[in-house]
């Protein structure tokens, strides 16, 4: 066979490897945790089962990132075909059904990260029936939190909590898929129309005229009015916090795969062309793009991963020509920082896939750890470049 612009790609960034070395962790990773969940970042750069927590015992199934330790084994089900990983993902959507059906921990946006990955790609890759219901009983919990008149689904809390009421953030626009999904599955229109006007309204106020993202928006329930924006895991309210203007470019460029609207297409460049703008000299983001080489703060490299994700998805809508190379090329060379200077590739004392990642600076939570989220996009990363024919989750 004669080796493709890929193939070369591949071969010449080391790619090839680093996804063997990735896959050799989560296998390692599915043995030892058996049914138990990680918490949301490594301590010293080790998973340990997620934390107890209340009524949760550790490794309980709680919380808005348990679902990117399935995603990974759902990638490496597809990887190699192995039938332990199909079974330990489907012992996961037991437990996913398992928590929507008791509503465990359920009022939050992040369903459309839980149930996208731990049951659409059960149900994409295997038909898994249990998975299916699962999702679709997640996004009648989600549509609860849709408000009208502001047109917007609240991020986090009680519907009536009066600090949360009328919140959403930049993360959101990874949940819609969940939405986009429920329509085509049931043919009910309510949960497409609820996705797309929620993306409008981030598209219209939480990308600021500088093309930077407030990390969080508030809207007036009652009026629809949008009222302000700020931060709560960024710099400050002013500054642009990596992660989520990753989630930017990869959200807006997806809900665009759903929708087909020109103008989700154009955010997703707007923040694009931003991140890639404020990039340090290795490729891989500070943890707010506030920050350069010599501020001496660190890098978040779950941004990196996200972004390389979005930046796929973008090229992938766009023309042949020089933005579309852009992106491909920005894509390649973040990526290739990140299995060459970030990834546990070399570090056996290590469980992550990817260390020096940030979950909250501000509050000092999981400060240069690797983290679940960075994990499951790393490999959804290299999954991207190494299997083009791949289908998204989302």
Same mark, same amino acid.
Not at 72 to 86: Q, S
Not at 139 to 156: C, K, N, S, Y
Not at 319 to 331: M, S, T, V
């Given at each position: 066979?004669?080796?493709? +612009?890929?193939?070369?790609?591949?071969?010449?960034?080391?790619?090839?490897?680093?996804?063997?070395?990735? %896959?050799?962790?989560?296998?390692?990773?599915?043995?030892?945790?058996?049914?138990? =969940?990680?918490?949301?970042?490594?301590?010293?750069?080790?998973?340990?089962?997620?934390?107890?927590?209340?009524?949760?015992?550790?490794?309980?199934?709680?919380?808005?990132?348990?679902?990117?330790?399935?995603?990974?084994?759902?990638?490496?089900?597809?990887? /190699?075909?192995?039938?332990?990983?199909?079974?330990?993902? +489907?012992?996961?959507?037991?437990?996913?059904?398992?928590?929507?059906?008791?509503?465990?921990?359920?009022?939050?946006?992040?369903?459309?990260?839980?149930?996208? !990955?731990?049951?659409?790609?059960?149900?994409?890759?295997?038909?898994?029936?249990?998975?299916?219901?699962?999702? &679709?009983?997640?996004?009648?919990?989600?549509?609860?939190?849709?408000?009208?008149?502001?047109?917007?689904?609240?991020?986090? $809390?009680?519907?009536?909590?009066?600090?949360?009421?009328?919140? /959403?953030? #930049?993360?959101?626009?990874?949940?819609?898929?969940? &939405?986009?999904?429920?329509?085509?599955?049931?043919?009910?229109?309510?949960?497409?129309?609820?996705?797309?006007?929620?993306?409008?309204?981030?598209?219209?106020?939480?990308?600021?005229?500088?093309?930077? *993202?407030?990390?969080?928006? =508030?809207?007036?329930?009652?009026? $629809?009015?949008?009222?302000?924006? $700020? *931060?709560?895991?960024? @710099?400050?309210? @002013?500054?642009?916090?990596?992660?989520?203007?990753?989630?930017?470019?990869?959200?807006?460029? %997806?809900?665009?795969?759903?929708?087909?609207?020109?103008?989700? &297409?154009?955010?997703?460049?707007?923040?694009?062309?931003?991140?890639?703008?404020?990039?340090?000299?290795? @490729?891989?983001? =500070?943890?707010?793009?506030?920050?350069?080489?010599?501020?001496?703060?660190?890098?978040?490299?779950?941004?990196?991963?996200?972004?390389?994700?979005?930046?796929?998805?973008?090229?992938?809508?766009?023309?042949?020509?020089?933005?579309?190379?852009?992106?491909?090329?920005?894509?390649?060379?973040? !990526?290739?920082?990140?299995?060459?200077?970030?990834?546990?590739?070399?570090?056996?004392?290590?469980?992550?896939?990817? %260390?020096?990642?940030?979950?909250?600076?501000?509050?000092?939570?999981?400060?240069?750890?690797?983290?679940?989220?960075?994990?499951?996009?790393?490999?959804?990363?290299?999954?991207?470049? #190494?299997?083009?024919?791949?289908?998204?989750?989302?």
């Amino acid at each position: 066979m004669i080796p493709t +612009e890929l193939d070369r790609a591949t071969e010449q960034d080391g790619l090839a490897p680093a996804l063997e070395a990735a %896959l050799s962790t989560v296998a390692t990773n599915v043995a030892a945790f058996g049914d138990r =969940y990680p918490d949301d970042t490594t301590a010293a750069d080790v998973y340990q089962a997620r934390a107890a927590k209340g009524s949760f015992p550790e490794g309980s199934n709680h919380g808005w990132t348990t679902s990117f330790w399935p995603g990974m084994v759902w990638l490496a089900y597809e990887h /190699t075909g192995d039938e332990a990983y199909r079974r330990a993902g +489907e012992r996961h959507v037991q437990s996913f059904a398992d928590r929507v059906g008791r509503g465990i921990d359920l009022d939050t946006h992040d369903l459309g990260f839980l149930y996208t !990955l731990a049951c659409v790609a059960p149900w994409r890759v295997t038909r898994n029936a249990q998975a299916r219901q699962a999702a &679709l009983d997640a996004v009648e919990h989600l549509m609860v939190r849709f408000l009208e008149p502001a047109g917007i689904i609240q991020a986090w $809390g009680d519907l009536s909590s009066p600090e949360q009421r009328g919140r /959403t953030i #930049v993360d959101s626009l990874m949940n819609m898929p969940l &939405l986009y999904w429920a329509t085509e599955q049931t043919g009910d229109p309510r949960f497409r129309e609820a996705a797309h006007r929620h993306t409008i309204q981030l598209r219209d106020h939480i990308i600021r005229p500088d093309n930077t *993202t407030f990390h969080t928006f =508030y809207w007036d329930v009652v009026t $629809g009015e949008p009222l302000r924006g $700020g *931060t709560e895991q960024g @710099h400050a309210d @002013h500054s642009c916090w990596a992660r989520g203007q990753a989630w930017g470019v990869y959200g807006f460029a %997806l809900n665009y795969r759903h929708t087909s609207d020109e103008t989700f &297409l154009r955010a997703a460049e707007r923040c694009a062309d931003y991140f890639l703008d404020h990039l340090p000299a290795d @490729h891989v983001a =500070y943890w707010d793009l506030a920050f350069a080489d010599g501020s001496g703060e660190e890098r978040d490299s779950s941004a990196a991963a996200i972004a390389v994700c979005g930046l796929d998805e973008l090229a992938t809508w766009l023309p042949d020509g020089p933005r579309k190379q852009r992106y491909q090329r920005a894509a390649r060379d973040i !990526l290739a920082s990140l299995a060459a200077g970030y990834s546990t590739a070399g570090h056996p004392e290590s469980n992550a896939l990817l %260390l020096h990642g940030i979950y909250d600076k501000p509050k000092s939570v999981g400060v240069d750890e690797g983290t679940l989220w960075g994990d499951y996009f790393y490999l959804e990363a290299l999954t991207r470049a #190494v299997k083009p024919t791949w289908i998204p989750y989302w």
